[in-house]
C-alpha cells in the first residue's frame, strides 16, 4: 500500500533526483518520473525536488497543480478513464461511467481502497468513432456496451 513518506519512497525520490541536481529547466521532467515511479507526488518529495532542483517550492507546486498528469494524493495501479464528451454521451457514456462506479465501488476522481483503480472522466479521447469508449492505463476499450464493463476491470490484476 502507499503511505505518505514511507522509506521506500523516500528511497525512490532520491534515487531519481540523484541525476538532476540543480538542473532547474527540467522540473517538469522530474516531477513526471517521480509521478510514474510512484504514482503521486508525496509532499516531502515535492520539498526535495524544491532542495535538489533549486527551484522555489512555490513554482514546484505550481507546476503539480497545474497539469492533470500530476496527483498529490496516492493513485490506482490502473487509471480508469471514461469519456464522457458529446459523441460517447449519445452513445451511452453515462450509463457506462455508472457502470464502472457500480463496478468499482467509487465515483469518478476516487481510488479504490486496495488502490488498484483510479476512476477519471474525461471530455473527449480523440477517437469519437470508437464511442463509448473507456480507457484502463494505456488500453483503449471502445464501442463498449454495459456487459462488458466487469469483465474487462476483472481482467486486471
Ligand atoms: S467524445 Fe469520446 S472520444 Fe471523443
Given amino acids: 500500500m502507499v503511505t505518505d513518506n514511507s522509506e521506500a519512497d523516500v528511497k525512490k525520490i532520491n534515487h531519481i533526483l540523484a541525476g538532476y541536481k540543480g538542473e532547474s529547466n527540467l522540473l517538469i521532467q522530474v516531477l513526471l518520473e517521480i509521478q510514474k515511479e510512484l504514482r503521486w507526488l508525496p509532499k516531502e518529495g515535492l520539498i526535495r525536488i524544491s532542495q535538489e532542483l ?49 463496478t468499482l465501488g467509487i465515483n469518478s476522481g476516487d481510488t479504490t481502497p486496495d488502490f488498484k483503480f483510479s476512476l477519471e472522466t474525461v471530455n473527449c479521447l480523440g477517437c469519437c468513432a470508437m464511442g463509448p469508449v473507456m480507457v484502463v492505463g494505456d488500453v483503449y476499450h471502445g464501442k463498449l456496451s454495459l456487459d462488458q464493463v466487469r469483465r474487462i476491470l476483472d481482467s486486471y490484476d
Avoid at 78 to 100: E, K, Q
Fill in 54 to 102: 533549486n527551484v522555489p517550492l512555490r513554482q514546484v507546486y505550481h507546476a503539480v497543480t497545474f497539469y492533470k498528469a500530476f496527483s498529490l494524493v496516492p493513485k490506482g495501479k490502473y487509471t480508469v478513464t471514461v469519456c464522457v464528451g458529446t459523441a460517447c454521451h449519445v452513445r451511452g457514456s453515462p450509463r457506462i461511467l455508472d457502470r464502472v462506479e457500480q
